[in-house]
């Protein structure tokens, strides 16, 4: 009974080990990580945020925020670890030794006569005659009477004197850290243990794969369904135009998938009338516009309306069971729209060239989304190629007080912004009619919308000058400011019910041609992160230009410093074109401000390959100017009457001598200003 007890607290003892070896150390990592995070607040802090209850820190948030998976296995195995503590412990209490001369409280040495003295004391206590208890009995006789005969034979007491057990000296007992049902291999225990070993052996890691396969096949790393690529990748067109950028949006696999249900139909009804304006019927013939609106799939329908309710702030007109939809379909939208942006940018032409007029479009519903804005306001009004969009997206502003600011001409948000405090607030509460608290809340949002400035060359690394053909390296620092000092922040979106972090998408692409010759993905939360990445890059690329170690440590320094403060360095490389000249452009788009995007102008001036293989040097000084070409769009494609992108309209030639840069290595480098206006003068 004994060795029984011994080899399962053995392996208990073995299982507590196994778990404590990986689990403490990564707990007090965690717990380092948890109290070394910045309490510095990064979300936008006015009213509407705050009374959006995203960023409240109520028990119940704080719960399901601690409620993740890893934290709670953790628990769970601080739990297990405990309860195999307070067991292995208690085990070992029932499985003492045999210590005779503890059990009849006598110390070794001792007389006979005292011997007996403590055995008829503890007779009184235990004996049945005595004692009726079956405990009293059961203690009497495996412990009091096994004590007392060990000790009166004269043997017995020796060995145990000396050896410490009463048959002598003992030789050297192995075991196994295993429960004793398992080492039984006779009758059921037998099948229990072969049971245990198929099951944990081959099924428990047979039943993984499949799920892991199962899921695999069906989701990509970002978890969206590979269907919703094909079908984005099928009906993405170069010349799709943003409006109907939605269409394809609302077709992926998991909004088609959502229920649709008969109790929604007179909800969907009153939202339809709602929204109408915004869904680019034909007003002429608006009975047949309506009759083929609803012929369409259901879930396309449903998914529409749900999005135009989250544009145009109607949600409050859902019912529950759809305002559930629309959480969800909200909460979808980010990383569906990312992939559709990336099924736009990917290589489709013979050079590998991307899309650009579909890539601005699905940035641009991006930023509606968040902001809960709808399309028509990014139509061109007055002097503002952003339309009232940029304005809608602060807080306690609407179409009205836009008009009343509008008046003492203030037609961008920029405009806005370079006012002074004072000035600004006069405007605000004098002008539009607000409070003093929402002028402030105006005041907050402001101080959070980034300032983009994009530094961007290429060049053929170890060559001068850009020969057809050649690879081409596109180095392009892009700089975030913030008038409250922060650069890496939560936008402020109050109606969109989600945490969601800024991303930007630099694009290097030809307007006239409509290409998108590189794209990335640019994001200024993770600093670490980027200080790694840049580091590495400035590294590589110096070593294989044969710079020295002092020269490669500047650069790094530099590079890292930059970084720090608020800068993040973005490489790709591209193969030359025909030689000419190309007058491309850089995108810095934001997936969620509306009006902080950059343009900048670049000049890239391809030579053609020398016979001999010498490169040729190209200088140039001279105002850059931006031609104004528009895209050819295809006789057969439909005319849509909707919204143009600020960035398909044509650009004026810049005059202003602030505009000249110099071609190095064939670029012509320029800085830009945070918002496309800079390009006006």
């Known amino acids: 009974m004994a060795d029984v007890e011994e080899n399962s607290s053995l392996f208990l003892i073995f299982v507590l080990t196994i778990m404590a070896l990986p689990l403490v150390p990564y707990t007090i990592v965690r717990l380092c990580r948890a109290f070394s995070r910045k309490t510095k607040s990064i979300h936008c802090e006015c009213a509407s945020c705050s009374s959006s209850g995203k960023y409240k820190k109520s028990i119940l948030k704080r719960i399901s925020n601690f409620s993740t998976c890893s934290n709670l296995t953790l628990v769970l195995l601080w739990i297990i670890m405990g309860i195999l503590v307070y067991y292995i412990k208690h085990i070992s209490h029932e499985s003492q030794p045999f210590e005779p001369f503890s059990i009849l409280g006598l110390e070794p040495g001792v007389s006979d006569s005292e011997i007996k003295k403590a055995y008829r004391r503890l007779s009184i206590l235990y004996h049945p005659d005595k004692n009726p208890d079956p405990e009293a009995h059961k203690y009497f006789i495996e412990f009091i009477s096994k004590a007392y005969q060990a000790l009166t034979d004269p043997i017995s007491r020796e060995n145990f004197e000396k050896y410490g057990h009463p048959d002598g000296r003992q030789g050297l007992q192995m075991g196994i850290a295993l ?17 245990g070993i198929v099951g944990v ?11 892991y396969l199962s899921r695999s096949s069906k989701y990509t790393g970002n978890y969206v369904m590979h269907q919703t690529l094909s079908t984005y990748y099928y009906f993405m067109k170069p010349s799709l135009a943003p409006s109907k950028v939605m269409d394809v949006f609302i077709k992926a696999a998991e909004y088609m998938e959502m229920p649709v249900r008969r109790s929604d139909d007179e909800p969907l009804q009153k939202l339809f009338v709602a929204v109408r304006s915004e869904l680019n019927l034909d007003l002429k013939n608006i009975k047949t516009e309506q009759a ?67 890539a601005i479009g699905v940035v641009e519903l991006s930023q509606c989304i ?31 007080i836009v008009k009343k600011i509008g008046r003492k001409r203030v037609r961008t948000l920029q405009e806005l912004q370079d006012m002074t405090v004072e000035d600004r607030a006069e405007l605000l509460t004098q002008v539009a009619g607000l409070s003093l608290s929402q002028a402030h809340d105006i005041e907050v949002v402001l101080d959070m919308i980034p300032s983009i400035t994009v530094d961007i060359t290429c060049e053929t690394e170890g060559e001068e000058g850009i020969q057809e053909g050649d690879v081409v390296t596109m180095y392009a620092w892009v700089t975030l400011k913030r008038k409250n000092g922060l650069i890496g ?14 991303n930007f998408w630099l694009l290097l692409a030809d307007p006239v041609s409509n290409e998108v010759w590189m794209s990335q993905k640019v994001s200024f939360m993770d600093e670490a992160a980027a200080v790694t990445a840049a580091s590495k890059a400035i590294q590589e690329t110096k070593e294989s230009l044969g710079a020295s170690l002092k020269e490669i440590s500047v650069a790094v320094r530099e590079a890292v410093e930059k970084v720090r403060s608020g800068s993040r360095l973005v490489m790709g490389k591209f193969q030359a074109p025909a030689e000419g000249s190309y007058n491309l452009s850089s995108f810095c788009l934001c997936d969620a401000w509306i009006g902080c995007d950059k343009k900048t102008n670049i000049k890239l001036k391809v030579l053609k390959r020398s016979r001999g293989g010498t490169r040729g040097h190209v200088a140039e000084e001279g105002p850059v100017a931006e031609e104004g070409i528009e895209e050819e769009e295809d006789e057969e494609e439909e005319e849509y009457d909707d919204y143009e ?37």
């Open 370 to 400: 968040i902001q809960a804005v709808p399309l028509s306001a990014r139509k061109v009004t007055g002097g503002n190629s952003e339309g009232i969009a940029p304005f809608l997206q602060l807080p306690h502003v609407s179409e009205t």
């Open 179 to 195: 429960p004793q049902f398992l080492l039984n291999f006779d009758g059921a225990s037998g099948g229990v243990l072969l049971l």
């Open 292 to 358: 083929k609106f609803w012929k369409q799939h259901p879930s396309l329908v449903k998914m529409e309306l749900l999005i135009q309710a989250q544009l145009t702030r109607e949600s409050a007109l859902l019912s529950p069971s759809l305002q559930s939809d629309f959480k969800e379909m909200l909460e979808l939208a980010p990383r569906l729209l990312e992939e559709l942006l990336k099924m736009a940018v990917i290589p489709r032409s013979s050079q590998g060239h991307g899309w650009l007029r579909p």
């Open 201 to 211: 052996c081959i099924l428990l890691p047979l039943m993984i794969a499949v799920i």
């Open 489 to 502: 922040a939560l936008p402020h979106c109050p109606y969109y019910p989600f945490h969601k972090e800024e």
């Open 645 to 681: 992108s600020e960035y398909s309209d044509d650009d004026e030639d810049e005059k202003d001598e602030k505009g000249k840069g110099k071609v190095v290595n064939g670029v012509v480098h320029e800085k830009g200003n945070s918002s496309s206006e800079s390009d006006e003068e």
